[in-house]
């Protein structure tokens, strides 16, 4: 059978008459990469199935909360348990404590949590609580770290906002930037002359501890403890956006893997199960200025959502019950090496940093640290690979400035198979 997107083709068009772009989130617009987004019909385990009847080994997962991977049972099971006993009350309900337990039993440093229902939500949250806390106004953040479309935070922003080019988006007026410091990542030297300069006004440091959206970016160790070491010294609050990486570097997230402690902690995609949930939490003494305990707003009707936290509490039990972190950090080792050893073999420069189940080909021969860096990545040749995978079934993100994820329904019969196209299609590009 010859492979066609036929039916995704025509849908798409049909789709940019109603929606924006055709999609509903920039990112999966294929813009960086060219060609029309595939439309999928349905998921499963590892994999994922267009609306032309097409097989994918996904290493997107929903840009990242399926580590169970797709249509996991127990999952699937407290979401229509969930169901049947109604959709949304607009009143507590049982569900949302168990789940707040959850995180707090995994997450030491959040003592008290509050659910939202997406990553933007809760990292918009999190800075006006710092913003109360301390009564001060500065923000810090890092260029290519992306903290969902917040308008004070989309400055210099990675991820869709990156891609498509549009890093500081028109339509946030400069008020809402004004007060907000961008700095690049991984230097301590330029964090401290910050805080040297403006330490009395900066209300918090926010950051993603392992950047997964201009793709995947380590901190150094001095940098991690300059960010402790000024935020203690000058009284701001140090926030890890971990939106992507809680529960999924490890299931105490990424300050559990430095030994950090932050002060906020954002968190999205794996606490909901694919579900749409968001949670900001940390020191008790910090999240006593939200509302109702005290005088920082914030509220939503579907915040707590009876079938999200079931779906939630299902996804982090079976994480605590099966503990798949060492095997998901050693099958995505072995593509990672494996695909590093292809494309020396194929003459193709490139580094392939990796955090867990989380990774980034780069085509680009130096280590990336920071944004500036990330940028020199050959993006031409990153279109060519993600097109060559994706015909040979294989679905990576479609940027060369985001994450892929391994999910524990991977197993080697999907990583070797990835490798096999990944062979055909870095030897394809010197031609
Ligand atoms: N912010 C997500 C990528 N880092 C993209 C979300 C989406 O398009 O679904």
Redesign the pocket.
């Known amino acids: 059978m010859t492979f066609t997107q036929q039916q995704s083709q025509n849908h798409f068009t049909r789709a940019q008459k109603s929606i924006p772009g055709g999609?509903?989130?920039?990112?999966?617009a294929f813009g960086a990469v060219g060609g029309s987004p595939v439309v999928m019909d349905r998921a499963n385990g590892a994999y994922l199935f267009d609306i032309d009847g097409n097989r994918y080994i996904d290493y997107i997962g929903?840009?990242?909360p399926h580590i169970l991977g797709h249509r996991h049972p127990a999952v699937i099971d407290a979401i229509l348990g969930a169901l049947a006993k109604g959709t949304s009350f607009g009143a507590p309900c049982e569900l949302e404590t168990q789940l707040a337990e959850l995180v707090i039993d995994a997450v030491p440093s959040i003592e008290r949590v509050r659910m939202v229902s997406s990553?933007t939500e809760a990292t918009m949250s999190a800075i006006r609580v710092a913003r109360g806390f301390t009564g001060r106004n500065v923000l810090i953040k890092f260029a290519g770290c992306?903290h969902?479309h917040v308008d004070s935070l989309l400055v210099k922003a990675?991820?869709?906002a990156l891609t498509l080019g549009t890093p500081s988006s028109p339509g946030v007026p400069p008020g809402c930037t004004a007060d907000t410091l961008v700095l690049d990542y991984n230097d301590p030297q330029q964090l401290e002359q910050a805080f040297a300069k403006r330490g009395s006004e900066i209300a918090a440091v926010i950051l993603e501890p392992v950047v997964?959206?201009m793709g995947v970016v380590v901190p150094t160790a001095e940098f991690l403890q300059a960010l402790q070491t000024q935020c203690q010294r000058y009284s701001a609050l140090l926030i890890f956006d971990e939106v992507?990486t809680g529960f999924r570097v490890a299931y105490g997230g990424a300050q559990s893997l430095f030994g950090i402690r932050p002060d906020l902690t954002t968190l999205g995609k794996i606490i909901g199960g694919g579900l749409p949930v968001g949670a900001y939490g940390g020191r008790a003494d910090v999240m006593n200025v939200v509302s109702p305990v005290g005088p920082v707003y914030q509220a939503g009707t579907l915040s707590g959502n009876p079938v999200a936290m079931a779906s939630g509490i299902a996804t982090l039990t079976t994480l605590k019950e099966s503990n798949p972190y060492p095997r998901l950090e050693s099958l995505t080792q072995t593509l990672v090496r494996g695909l590093s050893d292809l494309a020396t073999k194929a003459g193709i420069s490139h580094t392939v940093p990796q955090v867990g189940s989380m990774f980034t080909f780069f085509f680009n021969p130096e280590k990336v640290t920071n944004l500036a860096v990330a940028m020199k990545s050959d993006t031409k040749a990153f279109a060519r690979y993600f097109h060559a995978m994706l015909e040979r079934g294989v679905y990576l993100?479609c940027s060369q400035f985001?994450?892929n994820f391994v999910s524990a329904a991977h197993t080697s019969e999907e990583i070797q198979a990835t490798l096999q196209a990944a062979e055909a299609a870095l030897a394809g590009l010197k031609n």
């Open positions: 999609v509903n989130s920039p990112a999966r929903s840009w990242g990553g992306y969902g990675g991820s869709g997964g959206n992507m993100a985001e994450a």
